[in-house]
């Protein structure tokens, strides 16, 4: 099982970016798909989470309204689709695949696969 996050970069405040993950050995409906984020001395910040399913999606309040992230089956990916980037969301941004109960979508703790990371720096 692997999964593969990148699309990471430099951005200035204001501006966009793309994260992809790339999933192997499973299909992307099966488990659900989220987006973490650890920015340097904070603790892993849940971002956005796909349930398997009914493909339901959730985000931090910190993103909402900002971040969309989807499925695509056909290319057993999964986006972030980051817009109106802000200093405070540079990170390393990190794809898991899991299976938690709904209340528990933002306990990292509960996937069981993780992507190596992908560095977004929003700055001027």
């Known amino acids: 099982v692997q999964l593969q996050a990148y699309g990471g970069g430099l951005v200035q405040p204001g501006g966009s970016l793309r994260l992809s993950c790339a999933v192997s050995?499973?299909?992307?409906?099966?488990?659900?798909i989220a987006w973490f984020r650890r920015a340097p001395g904070k603790e892993r910040e849940g971002v956005s989470c796909i349930s398997s399913g009914d493909i339901s999606t959730y985000y931090a309040d910190s993103v909402k309204g900002r971040f969309t992230a989807s499925r695509d089956n056909a290319k057993n990916t999964v986006f972030l689709q980051m817009n109106s980037l802000k200093p405070e969301d540079t990170a390393v941004y990190y794809c898991?695949?899991?299976?938690?109960?709904?209340?528990?979508?933002?306990?990292?703790?509960?996937?069981?696969?993780w992507g190596q990371g992908t560095l977004v720096t929003v700055s001027s």
């Open positions: 898991a695949a899991g299976t938690p109960v709904l209340s528990r979508r933002w306990v990292y703790w509960d996937y069981d696969y």
């Open positions: 050995v499973f299909t992307v409906d099966y488990y659900a």
